[in-house]
């Protein structure tokens, strides 16, 4: 796969994103409701995100409401609301 290939299914309001055309192996809980697709060797093929409208929200929210606050934080050094 050249390029990531995203994904949405609202009927089930999931999102995903595909790095890797390896079938699955196994996956691993990263948050609740974030999830981690692995191949056979534990590399990353995908990520699913669920509840997704209502994750891309908060975080656009969250992400908003730091910038008009003056918090200006990387995002690797802010602490997520959803670890």
Known sequence: ???????YF???????LA???????????????IKAELDEKGELIGIGILAASTFLRDSIIELVQAKLLGVDDAPSER???FA
């Open 19 to 33: 790095v890797a055309e390896d079938p699955e192996a196994r996956s691993v809980e990263l948050t609740p409701g």
């Open 79 to 81: 602490p997520s609301r």
């Open 10 to 16: 609202e009927h089930e309001d999931i999102l995903h």
């Open 1 to 7: 796969m050249d390029r990531p290939h995203m994904a």
